[in-house]
């Protein structure tokens, strides 16, 4: 058996791994950070949603029922920067949830924009 004229290529698997692998590491990066953005858009909206309807409880509800029931619903690393409001019109109450996205993992830094939920719930008659 004859050998190769430039040599032994024993070990090119590994120095061609070691070569690709930053970009392995980048999508797996951006693949992260799109997760988190779509769970930020979940967060909100979810968390829009039960302040709408805690706004519309019988006992209790209202402005401060639903900014509560709001900032309730979120994860405690999602607080940084969230913005609640809740208002009636036309016989419906509508909450909006602000929240930053965060960058890599919550709580160690946030990107420049907002992520925004809203919802409505009817208000109950009271009898």
Known sequence: MRRPVGGSDRGQVSVEFLGVLPLILLVLVLLWQFALVGY???LAADSADRGARAATAIEGGGTGACRAAA??????AWHDGAETDC???AG???ATVRIKVPALFPGAGQFPWTVTGT??????ARG
């Open 40 to 42: 930020t858009y979940s």
């Open 71 to 76: 900032e309730r619903e979120l994860p405690r």
């Open 87 to 89: 208002r009636t019109e």
């Open 92 to 94: 419906l109450w509508k």
């Open 119 to 124: 919802a409505g719930a009817a208000k109950e």
